[in-house]
């Protein structure tokens, strides 16, 4: 069952969950959340890094998340490609 969005603090726009990962060999966690503004506008992806008690935060535009997963896309791919060799 998918979480419900949530309402910023000042009710400008409601974060929905995504995704949530982990990554395996440390305390780092990623939440991929879509922002939508109460007024309208463009959409965005928040993505939110947690490791121990401390946060970041990245609001990304549909263009850079486009970017950044065809780069990190061919990464993985050339990463798997070397590990089956």
Same mark, same amino acid.
């Given at each position: 069952m998918a979480e419900p969005a949530e309402a910023s603090p000042g009710g400008s726009?409601?974060?929905t969950p995504i995704?949530?990962?982990?990554?395996?060999?440390?305390?780092q966690e990623?939440?991929?959340q879509q922002l939508a503004f109460r007024?309208?506008? +463009? *959409?965005? #992806?928040r993505l939110r890094i947690r490791e121990g008690r401390r946060f970041t935060v990245i609001?990304?535009?549909?263009?850079?998340?486009?970017?950044? +997963? *065809?780069? #990190?896309g061919a990464w993985?791919?050339?990463?798997l490609a070397a590990?089956?060799?």
């Open positions: 726009f409601e974060a995704a949530h990962f982990t990554v395996p060999w440390g305390a990623f939440q991929l007024g309208g506008g +463009a *959409r965005l #992806m609001d990304l535009d549909a263009a850079t998340v486009r970017d950044l +997963a *065809r780069a #990190m993985a791919e050339g990463e590990a089956r060799s």
